[in-house]
């Protein structure tokens, strides 16, 4: 397992001052699924987010997206937001230069979108400073961990309730995450939630 911040550290956000950590004088929680979209759960999950009416942001793989059009459309009718997150899900420091153009390069058929994240959140200095001058780049400022197998459930749940005002949170589309936003909505005393 590697290491990861479920608050990211107010020290890494003012370094890289040209990544959307937070959404500044906003009452809502900006929540962000990443990693879609693919049948099992963006389906679902669409559903769980319509029963409770909540607006959210979708970082779609290139690839995936191209596989699954229709996939990409219900989320456009719900009327949620959504961003990129390369065609292919690599560690964008491990890519050479044209390699990591090609990967950077939004697919003929994604829908029109401002908003960039890289997959692990990882970028070296030149790929950022590349990226911030064409897109807005989005990182987030809380992450349950809803992907870590050695979280417990009430663990992932209690870091997902720690979300404030203007908060983004980062969620996968995993089908263990459908239930832990299931628990969410139950339990949480929040009703207002964003898309960016
Ligand atoms: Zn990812």
């Known amino acids: 397992m590697s290491f990861y911040f479920v608050r990211t550290p107010r020290l890494v956000q003012r370094l890289f001052t040209k990544v959307t950590w937070r959404v500044e004088h906003s009452n809502a929680i900006y929540l962000t699924f990443d990693d879609g979209p693919n049948p099992e759960v963006t389906l679902p999950l669409l559903d769980l987010l319509r029963e409770n009416n909540v607006q959210a942001t979708f970082f779609l793989i290139g690839k995936n997206a191209e596989q699954y059009p229709a996939i990409v459309q219900r989320i456009l009718e719900d009327n949620h937001s959504i961003g990129f997150h390369c065609n292919e ?85 995993l089908p263990h995450t459908l239930e832990l936003l299931k628990a969410y909505f139950q339990q949480t005393e929040i009703k207002m939630f964003g898309k960016l």
């Open 89 to 173: 899900h690599v560690n964008a420091r491990k890519l050479k230069p044209i390699a990591l153009l090609k990967n950077f390069r939004l697919p003929a058929n994604f829908p029109t979108t401002k908003l960039f994240r890289p997959p692990y959140g990882k970028l070296k200095l030149w790929q950022y400073n590349y990226l911030k001058r064409k897109f807005p780049l989005i990182g987030w400022t809380i992450m349950p961990g809803d992907f870590d197998k050695n979280k417990s459930f009430e663990s992932q749940l209690k870091d997902l309730k720690s979300a404030q005002s203007g908060d983004i949170v980062v969620l996968h589309e």
